[in-house]
C-alpha cells in the first residue's frame, strides 16, 4: 500500500512542531519546581528574591543573545541552529542537576539563556520553507504545538519530580532537549538555504532597524509583552480573593486554560485566508485590550476563567498574525536577525511587565495591573493602524 504523497513544506512543518511541542513540555517541566529547588539547595533567606533572580538571568541572557544567534542563522542555516540550542540547553540541565548551590544555579540558568533560541530559529525555518499562500496556516501549527507543549509540561514536571525528584527532572528535561535537537536531522528536514554574504553581525542587526516597518512591529509586540507579563505577579492574588478556598486549584486551571484555547484557536486563526492579516492582528489586539479590563473587573472564577479562555483566542490570533507579519515585512535572507531581535526586544516587555504590573498592583490595587495591562494593548493597537499589508511592492525602508 502506498503512503499518500505530502509536499516538503508540509513534512518541514509537521516534524519541526513536533520537535517545538517536545521543546515546549522542556521548558516549562522545571519552571514551577524552580523555588523549591532553591530551598532544596539549603537557601534559608532572600528566596523570593532569588527565585527571581533565577527565573530573570534566563530571559536576560536569552534577550542579549538573541539577535546574535538570529544573524548566525541567516549565514548557516536554521536547522544548526535548533541543534545547537537543543544540545547547548540539554548541557546546562545536566549540570543544573549536578549544582550544590544558588550561586551555581544562576549561572547555569544565565549559560541557558545564552544558548537558548530552538522555538525562535525553528519559527524561522518554517517561515522560509512555507508558501506565502500557507504561512499562517503554517505558523498557527507551529503555535499550537508549542502552546500544547506548554500545557503538558508542568503535568509531565508534576509526574517526574514526584518519581525522579527536582533533580531527576532536570535530567529528563535535558533528555529532551537532546531529542528535539536531534530529530531535524534524524528526520531529514529538508532546509533550502543559501548563505547570505558575509557581513557583521552589528551591520546585520543594523539594517532590521532602516525597515521602518519591522522597527513599528517591534514596538508593538514590546508592549504585547509587557502587557501580557503585567497580570503575572496579581493574578494569583487575584483569583485567592475571589475564591479564599481551593485558590491553588483555581490558579492552576486559570493559568493553564489559557494555554487550552491558545492550542485550539492556533490552527483555526492560520486556516483564515480571505482576511488581511493586519486587520486580523489590529482587532486582536483591541479584543485581548477589552478582554485583559473585563478580568479586572471578574468577581466570580467562572467569570475569570470565561474571561481568560476567550483572551485565549484572541492572543493566539495575535501571536499567529503577528510572526506572519514579521516573516512578509523582512528580507528572505535576513529573516534570522529579523526574529532574533523581535525575540530580544520582546525579553524586554518579559522583565518589565511585572515590574509594571506588581507596582499598579500594589499601589492601587489588583485590578489595576490588568488595566494598566489594557492600556498598554490599547496602545499596541494605536500603533498597529501604521503597520500596513506586506504584498509585492512594498518597500519598508
Known amino acids: 500500500m502506498r503512503l499518500p504523497y505530502i509536499p516538503q513544506w508540509q513534512r518541514n512543518l509537521y516534524l519541526i512542531s513536533l520537535g517545538v511541542f517536545v521543546a515546549s513540555i522542556a521548558f516549562s517541566i522545571i519552571t514551577p519546581f524552580l523555588p523549591i529547588f532553591l530551598m532544596q539547595l539549603g537557601l534559608k533567606s532572600n528566596t523570593s528574591l532569588w527565585s527571581g533572580l533565577v527565573f530573570s538571568i534566563n530571559s536576560l541572557a536569552f534577550g542579549i543573545m538573541a539577535p546574535i544567534w538570529g544573524s548566525i542563522s541567516d549565514r548557516y542555516g536554521k536547522k544548526p541552529m535548533m541543534a545547537r540550542a537543543g544540545l547547548g540547553m540539554g548541557l546546562t540541565y545536566f549540570l543544573m542537576a549536578m549544582v550544590h548551590n544558588h550561586i551555581q544555579l544562576f549561572v547555569l540558568r544565565g549559560i541557558n539563556g545564552l544558548l537558548s533560541g530552538y522555538i525562535p530559529a525553528a519559527i524561522t525555518l518554517v517561515a522560509a520553507s512555507s508558501r506565502p499562500e500557507n504561512l499562517n496556516y503554517s505558523l498557527g501549527i507551529v503555535q499550537a504545538a508549542s502552546a500544547i507543549g506548554n500545557i503538558t509540561g508542568p503535568l509531565v514536571g508534576g509526574i517526574t519530580a514526584k518519581l525522579l525528584g527536582i533533580r531527576g527532572s532536570m535530567v529528563f528535561t535535558g533528555i529532551l532537549l537532546c531529542i528535539a535537537a536531534i530529530l531535524p536531522f534524524a528526520a531529514k528536514v529538508k532546509e533550502e538555504f543559501v548563505p547570505k554574504p558575509k557581513t557583521s553581525i552589528l551591520k546585520d542587526i543594523a539594517a532590521t532597524f532602516q525597515n521602518r516597518q519591522l522597527v513599528i512591529l517591534y514596538t508593538v509586540w514590546l508592549l504585547i509583552q509587557a502587557a501580557l507579563m503585567a497580570i503575572f505577579p496579581t493574578l494569583p492574588l487575584l483569583i485567592g480573593s475571589i475564591s479564599k478556598q481551593n485558590a491553588e486549584l483555581y490558579t492552576g486551571i486559570i493559568f493553564s486554560i489559557v494555554g487550552v484555547s491558545t492550542a485550539?484557536?492556533?490552527?483555526?486563526?492560520?486556516?483564515?485566508?480571505?482576511?488581511?492579516?493586519?486587520?486580523?492582528?489590529?482587532?486582536?489586539?483591541?479584543?485581548?485590550?477589552?478582554?485583559?479590563?473585563?478580568?479586572?473587573?471578574?468577581?466570580?472564577?467562572?467569570?475569570?476563567?470565561?474571561?481568560?479562555?476567550?483572551?485565549?483566542?484572541?492572543?493566539?490570533?495575535?501571536?499567529?498574525?503577528?510572526?506572519?507579519?514579521?516573516?512578509?515585512?523582512?528580507?528572505?535572507?535576513?529573516?534570522?536577525?529579523?526574529?532574533?531581535?523581535?525575540?530580544?526586544?520582546?525579553?524586554?516587555?518579559?522583565?518589565?511587565?511585572?515590574?509594571?504590573?506588581?507596582?499598579?498592583?500594589?499601589?492601587?490595587?489588583?485590578?489595576?495591573?490588568?488595566?494598566?495591562?489594557?492600556?498598554?494593548?490599547?496602545?499596541?493597537?494605536?500603533?498597529?493602524?501604521?503597520?500596513?499589508?506586506?504584498?509585492?511592492?512594498?518597500?519598508?525602508?
Open 264 to 397: 485550539l484557536g492556533a490552527p483555526l486563526v492560520g486556516r483564515i485566508r480571505n482576511y488581511s492579516t493586519v486587520n486580523i492582528f489590529r482587532w486582536s489586539l483591541l479584543a485581548c485590550g477589552a478582554l485583559t479590563a473585563l478580568q479586572g473587573l471578574a468577581t466570580s472564577i467562572f467569570a475569570l476563567g470565561a474571561l481568560r479562555f476567550l483572551f485565549g483566542f484572541f492572543n493566539s490570533a495575535v501571536t499567529v498574525a503577528g510572526n506572519v507579519l514579521i516573516a512578509k515585512s523582512s528580507d528572505q535572507n535576513n529573516q534570522g536577525s529579523s526574529f532574533g531581535m523581535l525575540n530580544s526586544i520582546m525579553s524586554i516587555g518579559l522583565v518589565s511587565g511585572p515590574i509594571i504590573g506588581g507596582y499598579l498592583g500594589d499601589h492601587l490595587g489588583l485590578s489595576y495591573s490588568f488595566f494598566g495591562g489594557a492600556v498598554l494593548l490599547l496602545a499596541a493597537y494605536i500603533l498597529s493602524i501604521f503597520v500596513s499589508e506586506p504584498g509585492a511592492g512594498k518597500n519598508y525602508a
